[in-house]
C-alpha cells in the first residue's frame, strides 16, 4: 500500500510539472506569435518539373518560397490559428505553382467530392492574387481536400463572379497529418502586365469550418479598412513569363427531340412529337494581346442549365429577378455591374449571336458586348406595377469602362442601346463612381440618362392605353412616342470593424426606362438609412452580436407618400454548428393604388447550422399583416421557408427546399392565398468527370410538376458531355371542367462541346 501511495504521489507531481510546463510554453507562444501585415516574399524559379498529383514530393517544392506564420482573420482577429498551415510558390516557363500543408486531425476533415465550383462547407485553401496591384480586380483559385476546384474573379464593384472560369490544374491528398494540396495556374490562363519582372498582390487562405467557420490567411487584416485586397502580402522576383495569348474554339454539336400536349379533352387531344433535331454551336475566343480578350458564340445552346427555381409571385406586381447561369453571360459579368441594374443579361433572352469584348490593363477595364435576339423581353416600368411583353428580334450593344483611381477609387460609364426589329429602341448614358475617403469611409453613385423611342404598335400593348406615366399624356402603350427619363444614386458608406453604416439617396424619374437593365418601377425618390454596430464577445456562446437599424421612405416627384418602412434587427452568430439566429421586427405604412394601409407589421426569424458535416440547414418564419394588392385589403401572412443539406456521402448531396405562404383577409378572415413550392435537388459524383443531377419540383400555387435529369461527364470547365430531359406536368382541366394530371410537355437533348486551344 505504501508503494502504491507513493507511486500514485509521483504521478500527481509528474501530472502538475507536466501542466504547468505546458501551460507556460502555451503562454510563451501566445506571447511571441505576432501577425504580420502585408508581408513580403521573393519567389525562385523552379529546376525540375512539378507534377500536380497531390503529393508534393517534386524536388522543385524543396526550394520553393515558404510562406507561414498564418493568422486567424475570422472568427478570431489577428489571433494565432488552432493549427498550422504552410504555403510554397514556385514557378516555371509555364506555371505558377502552389502548394499547401494543413496540418490537422485527418478524422476532422470536410470534403465532399462534387463538380467543379459546387463544393460548400468544406475545408479548403485558397490562393489570391491582384496581378496588377491596383486592388480593383483579383483571382481566386480555391481547392478542397479532394483536390475539387472553385475559380472567382473578385472586383472592387461587383464582389465575386462566382461563374468565371479558367483552364488551370489541381490535386490533393488527405494523410496522417492533415491534407495537402498543389495548384498549376498557366500563365496563359491568366492576365498580367507584360513586363521582365512581375510584381504582385497576394494572399493564401485556408477556411477550416468546424463549430465555428474559421479562416486562416498569411496576411493579418486590419477590420477598420475596408479595402481587403489592399492588405494582402506581395510576392516578387517571376521574371520572364508572358501573360495569355492565342486562340480558343469551343464547338458543340446539340441534339434535341420534344413534345407537347395540345387540345386536351377533346376529340383532337394528342401529345404532339418533334422531329429529332440536330444542330452546332460555335464559340471562340481571342487573346488580342495579354490584356485583351475577344469572344464570340453563335447559336449557343443552354438547355443544360438548369432550370430557375420557381419563386412566389402571388403578391408581387412586378417582374421577377433570375440570377445569371448561362456561361457566356457569366464570365466577365463584373466589369458591366453598376449600383442601378444598368446591364440585366437575362434581358438577352435567346441569342442567335453574342460577341463579347473585354480588357483588364493597368487599372482600366473594359468591356462591350453586341448581341442579336430572336426573342426579346421589353419591360415597362411603372409607379406600383411592370409589364414584360414579347417584342420579337432586336440588337443589343453595350459598352462599359472603368479606371481605378488610387488604392481603392474607381470610376465609370456605361452605354447601352437595344433597336428592335418592328422599329423602337431604349438608349442609356451613365457615369458611375466609388470613391474612398477614408480607411473606413467612401462615397459612391450613378446617374443614368435614358431615352425611349416606343415601337408603333398599338396591338401589341392593347389595354394598356389609359395606364398613364405622367400627367403630360405619355402613356405606356407602343404609340411612337419618345421621352427622356433620368435615375440617379448616392450613397455614404462607412465600413468598419464595430460600427457601420449607410445614408442613401436614390430616385427614377417617370419616363426612365432601361431595355436591357432591371429597374421594374419608375416615379419615386428613396431615403434611407441602415446602422450596424458588431460586438466581438470573447468568450461564451455568442460569437458575434450585431443590432441593425433600417428606416427608409419613398415618395413620388409629385411628393406624395409611396411607403415609410422602418426594421429593428438582432443578429448573433454562435459558436457552436455554425449557427445563426437573426430576429427581426418590421413596421410599415404604404399608398397603394391611392389607398392608404397603416399598422403593417411582420416579425422575422431567420436561423441556421451546419449541424455536421452531414446535416445543414436554414429556416426562415415570418407572420404579420401586409398589403394583399391583388384583392386591395390587408392581409395576415405567414410564411416559412425551409432549406437542408443533406450528404449522407462525401459524393451524394440532397438539398431539399420548401416555401410556404398563406394570406387571409384581416377584416373577414377570408383565405386570399394559401400555397407552396417543393424543390429537391440530387447531386450525385461518381468520380470528378462523371456526375448525376435531379431537379424535382412542385408549385402548388399553378398545380406543375418538373422533372429534370441531367448527366454530365466534365473533362475540364469547358469541354464537357451533357444528356438530359425534361418533364413538365400539369393538372390541365379538360371541357367538362374535369382534372387529370397530364404530361403537358417534354424534351430530350444531349450536348458534346470540347475546347480547342492553339
Given at each position: ?744 410537355s417534354r424534351q430530350f437533348f444531349l450536348k458534346l462541346q470540347y475546347l480547342f486551344q492553339t
Open positions: 500500500m505504501k508503494t502504491a501511495k507513493t507511486f500514485s504521489g509521483g504521478c500527481l507531481v509528474l501530472w502538475v510539472i507536466g501542466s504547468l510546463l505546458l501551460l507556460s510554453s502555451s503562454i510563451l507562444a501566445s506571447k511571441t506569435f505576432e501577425p504580420v501585415f502585408t508581408p513580403e516574399l521573393d519567389v525562385s524559379r523552379a529546376k525540375e518539373a512539378v507534377k500536380v498529383d497531390g503529393h508534393l514530393n517534386d524536388r522543385a517544392w524543396r526550394n520553393a518560397s515558404k510562406a507561414v506564420n498564418f493568422v486567424e482573420r475570422s472568427p478570431g482577429d489577428k489571433t494565432k490559428p488552432a493549427v498550422e498551415t504552410e504555403a510554397y510558390i514556385t514557378y516555371d516557363d509555364d506555371h505558377l505553382y502552389v502548394a499547401f500543408f494543413c496540418y490537422d486531425n485527418p478524422a476532422d476533415i470536410r470534403a465532399t467530392m462534387c463538380q467543379r465550383d459546387q463544393f460548400s462547407g468544406d475545408d479548403a485553401v485558397a490562393v489570391m492574387i491582384d496581378t496588377y496591384g491596383d486592388a480593383s480586380w483579383a483571382y481566386e483559385f480555391l481547392v478542397n481536400p479532394y483536390g475539387v476546384q472553385k475559380d472567382r474573379l473578385w472586383s472592387s464593384i461587383a464582389g465575386e463572379d462566382a461563374g468565371f472560369d479558367l483552364i488551370w490544374h489541381s490535386a490533393a491528398q488527405i494523410t496522417d497529418s492533415g491534407y495537402q494540396v498543389e495548384i498549376a495556374v498557366p500563365f496563359s490562363s491568366m492576365r498580367f502586365p507584360n513586363k521582365d519582372v512581375q510584381n504582385w498582390r497576394i494572399d493564401f487562405w485556408r477556411d477550416r469550418p468546424r463549430e465555428s467557420y474559421n479562416q486562416y490567411s498569411w496576411a493579418a487584416y486590419n477590420r477598420d479598412d475596408q479595402c481587403w485586397v489592399c492588405q494582402w502580402g506581395t510576392i516578387q522576383g517571376i521574371r520572364d513569363v508572358q501573360p495569355g495569348k492565342g486562340l480558343e474554339i469551343l464547338p458543340s454539336i446539340i441534339g434535341n427531340q420534344s413534345g407537347t400536349l395540345s387540345n386536351y379533352g377533346t376529340a383532337d387531344e394528342s401529345f404532339d412529337e418533334s422531329e429529332i433535331d440536330g444542330e452546332i454551336s460555335l464559340g471562340a475566343k481571342y487573346s488580342i494581346s495579354s490584356d485583351l480578350t475577344l469572344e464570340a458564340t453563335y447559336n449557343p445552346d443552354f438547355s443544360q442549365i438548369e432550370a430557375d427555381a420557381a419563386q412566389i409571385d402571388v403578391n408581387s406586381t412586378i417582374a421577377l429577378f433570375y440570377p445569371e447561369r448561362r456561361p457566356f453571360f457569366q464570365e466577365g459579368s463584373d466589369i458591366f455591374r453598376t449600383l442601378f441594374n444598368s446591364f440585366y443579361t437575362r434581358t438577352v433572352n435567346d441569342p442567335q449571336f453574342a460577341a463579347k469584348l473585354t480588357g483588364r490593363m493597368n487599372g482600366t477595364s473594359i468591356g462591350f458586348l453586341s448581341a442579336l435576339d430572336e426573342n426579346t423581353p421589353y419591360m415597362i416600368p411603372m409607379d406600383e406595377r411592370s409589364f414584360i411583353l414579347n417584342s420579337g428580334k432586336s440588337v443589343t450593344n453595350v459598352l462599359r469602362g472603368t479606371r481605378s483611381v488610387g488604392d481603392d477609387s474607381q470610376l465609370g460609364f456605361i452605354v447601352s442601346d437595344r433597336r428592335f426589329d418592328g422599329g423602337g429602341s431604349g438608349t442609356i448614358l451613365a457615369l458611375d463612381g466609388d470613391i474612398s475617403l477614408s480607411r473606413t469611409l467612401s462615397i459612391d453613385g450613378q446617374f443614368i440618362a435614358s431615352h425611349t423611342a416606343e415601337p408603333d404598335d398599338s396591338v401589341a400593348t392593347e389595354g394598356l392605353e389609359n395606364v398613364l406615366l405622367d400627367d403630360d399624356g405619355t402613356n405606356a402603350a407602343f404609340d411612337g412616342e419618345s421621352y427622356w427619363g433620368n435615375a440617379f444614386i448616392a450613397r455614404i458608406r462607412r465600413n468598419a470593424r464595430a460600427w457601420d453604416f449607410t445614408i442613401d439617396y436614390n430616385q427614377v424619374s417617370e419616363t426612365y426606362r432601361t431595355q436591357v437593365g432591371y429597374d421594374p418601377l419608375s416615379d419615386y425618390r428613396n431615403y434611407s438609412v441602415w446602422n450596424s454596430y458588431t460586438v466581438y464577445p470573447e468568450k461564451g456562446l455568442l460569437e458575434r452580436i450585431n443590432p441593425q437599424l433600417y428606416i427608409a421612405r419613398r415618395e413620388g416627384f409629385d411628393g406624395t407618400k409611396r411607403w415609410v418602412d422602418v426594421n429593428l434587427s438582432l443578429n448573433n452568430q454562435l459558436r457552436y454548428a455554425q449557427t445563426y439566429v437573426n430576429v427581426s421586427y418590421h413596421t410599415r405604412s404604404e399608398i397603394f393604388r391611392s389607398v392608404e394601409f397603416d399598422d403593417l407589421w411582420d416579425v422575422d426569424l431567420f436561423m441556421g447550422s451546419r449541424l455536421s458535416e452531414k446535416i445543414g440547414y436554414n429556416l426562415h418564419l415570418e407572420y404579420g399583416r401586409g398589403v394583399a394588392r391583388n384583392f386591395m385589403v390587408t392581409g395576415d401572412e405567414t410564411s416559412a421557408e425551409l432549406s437542408l443539406n443533406l450528404k449522407p456521402m462525401d459524393r451524394v448531396i440532397i438539398e431539399p427546399d420548401l416555401s410556404y405562404y398563406r394570406s387571409k383577409d384581416a377584416q373577414t378572415g377570408e383565405e386570399l392565398y394559401d400555397g407552396y413550392i417543393m424543390r429537391t435537388r440530387l447531386r450525385y459524383q461518381a468520380n470528378k468527370e462523371l456526375s448525376l443531377r435531379l431537379v424535382v419540383q412542385y408549385d402548388d400555387f399553378y398545380q406543375r410538376w418538373d422533372i429534370d435529369p441531367l448527366l454530365t461527364y466534365r473533362l475540364s470547365s469547358f469541354s464537357v458531355f451533357y444528356l438530359g430531359s425534361t418533364y413538365d406536368y400539369g393538372n390541365v382541366v379538360d371541357p367538362a371542367d374535369r382534372e387529370e394530371w397530364k404530361l403537358t
